[in-house]
């Protein structure tokens, strides 16, 4: 598996809306774009900081795995994603190694990349997405 960089960093919020403000006209970030994924029940923004992106994520759902983890941890960083050269070959790689998956297929994310979630419990705790683009 070959990992590229730290593609973003995903922070669960209440709503974008409320957020923005801070990291536009407080740090000077830009939004490049917003997208609904509705398979994720979560509306995302983006901002590109160097080679990297900062991910906001807000739910369009109270089922939705953002609004979960804002019940349960609140609001903050949800996930850190790391890019990936061929995220089919990193998830074949990762399941031989005794690696436990939330996806061991990749779905659709926002932007067209391929995702797959990593399960906390291999990652001490973190929850790890890789995404192909």
């Known amino acids: 598996m070959k990992i590229l960089k730290i593609d973003h960093i995903g922070i669960a919020a209440k709503s974008i809306k409320q957020v923005a403000p801070f990291w536009s006209a407080i740090l000077g970030l830009q939004i490049t774009g917003r997208e609904t994924v509705e398979e994720q029940k979560a509306t995302t923004a983006f901002l590109p900081v160097g080679e990297s992106e900062l991910e906001i994520l807000e739910s369009t759902s109270p089922e939705g795995a953002i609004a979960k983890f804002i019940e349960s941890r609140g609001e903050g960083i949800q996930h850190i994603a790391l890019r990936v050269d061929n995220i089919e070959e990193a998830l074949k790689e990762l399941k031989e190694k005794g690696v436990r998956l ?9 932007g067209g990349a391929k995702i797959a979630f990593i399960h906390p419990k291999s990652t001490n705790g973190v929850l790890l997405e890789l995404s192909e683009r």
């Open 102 to 110: 939330i996806d061991e297929k990749p779905r659709r994310g926002a």
